[in-house]
């Protein structure tokens, strides 16, 4: 008997560090458990290895002919089973060309707009070259069924700058502690702000430095950045200097809520933020996240009640959310126990392997009666 669950395969080019890697290996895991073939094909295009992902069965590869010979190995049907490709906007035109008998199903992980360059997989030769979303092969991609933003921002941008036929939201899923984190935190009277940000110029670190350096902030806070350094480092470092801000950079971080368990809140800055994982990380600490009102931000904050949401064109209303949490500690507690009930509510590796296992049960030939709103 075929099985009405397709074999599924998820394809990532990874290039750095970062949450969209822990979130492809955890909806790989979260889909096996829940009964599907899963295999990952993981392109290590300078990023990090893939890790364990068991029950999933990862192929990682270094180059274009690995991915090309893995991809067509476990994309291959086996006993008339459908097989659906869990794709990027990085890899969906190579996917389709290598297992044109597959449905591919292209996740994008942005709030993308129509001038943004993104780093995408060229079809014919697998190199890596720079397409704003509008310039990608489309001609190609017409008979691509569904795509997913990770948030209701994503969606709308895939929506308003893409040919997409259909486009859903699924929300990622993150894991997060059992319990809470222990608090580790020395009592040294500062406000404690963490960011989560590799120092590349979008995520905006730029205007957390200058925030904690105004003069109503400098000696009563203190920011760490727990990331890898990027593009943006240098500057970044220079301009802490020549404000002389309270700030640190930490590194990458792989156990980041037992690290921000020692932190009052965690702040962004990035507007074009796809979904925001460090503010679930921070959830599952109990702590509460500043966060600007773009993006997908405004997705995952609830303000005043998980967090608080600010106005990322004022530098000034920055400054005013930073002192209110300084002078209110005891309303910070409660937001970040709210914070982690409502992750423990939505955000979750398994509901969002769900939502996938359900979209790609839709795309199998044998049932096709799934309707996506687009």
């Not at 003069?215 to 500057?235: I, K």
């Not at 773009?294 to 995952?300: C, K, T």
């Not at 002192?323 to 709210?338: F, S, V």
Request: glycine share 8%.
């Amino acid at each position: 008997m075929i099985s009405l669950i397709p074999r599924v395969v998820l394809t990532w080019v990874t290039t750095a560090r970062g949450g969209a890697e822990n979130s492809v290996t955890e909806l790989a895991r979260n889909l096996a458990r829940l009964g599907a073939e899963v295999d990952v094909v993981w392109w290590r295009h300078g990023g990090p290895s893939a890790g364990g992902c068991a029950p999933a069965r990862v192929h990682e590869v270094n180059d274009w002919g690995g991915y090309q010979r893995a991809l067509a190995r476990v994309g291959e049907h086996v006993d008339g089973s459908p097989v659906v490709v869990i794709s990027s906007h990085r890899t969906v035109a190579a996917d389709v060309a290598l297992v044109p008998h597959a449905r591919v199903i292209p996740v994008v992980r942005h709030v993308v707009n129509a001038e943004q360059v993104l780093r995408v997989i060229h079809p014919v030769d697998g190199v890596m070259v720079e397409r704003t979303i509008k310039a990608l092969w489309w001609d190609q991609l017409t008979d691509v069924p569904v795509w997913v933003g990770i948030s209701n921002a994503s969606a709308e941008a895939l929506r308003e700058h893409t040919r997409a036929r259909f486009v859903t939201t699924i929300y990622n899923g993150v894991a997060i502690p059992a319990t809470v984190p222990v608090r580790t935190r020395l009592h040294t009277g500062r406000l404690l702000i963490a960011s989560v940000a590799r120092t590349v110029p979008w995520k905006r670190l730029d205007h957390l430095v200058r925030a904690v350096a105004d003069p109503r902030l400098s000696t009563a806070v203190r920011l760490d950045v727990f990331g890898e350094a990027g593009s943006h480092q240098g500057a970044l470092e220079d301009l802490v200097r020549e404000l002389g801000a309270p700030v640190r950079f930490m590194g990458y971080a792989d156990d980041l809520p037992q690290r921000l368990a020692g932190y009052d809140l965690l702040a962004t800055a990035a507007t074009q933020e796809g979904f925001g994982r460090a503010v679930v990380d921070a959830a599952g600490a109990a702590i509460p996240s500043l966060v600007p009102d773009a993006g997908a931000s405004p997705e995952l904050v609830w303000d005043g009640l998980t967090g608080m949401v600010y106005d990322p064109d004022d530098p000034g209303d920055l400054v005013n959310a930073l002192t209110d949490a300084l002078l209110d500690r005891a309303i910070l507690t409660r937001m970040g126990h709210a914070a982690r009930a409502l992750a423990e509510a939505w955000y979750t590796p398994g509901r969002c392997a769900v939502q996938y296992l359900a979209l790609v049960t839709g795309q199998a030939p044998a049932a096709r009666t799934l309707e996506v709103t687009g």
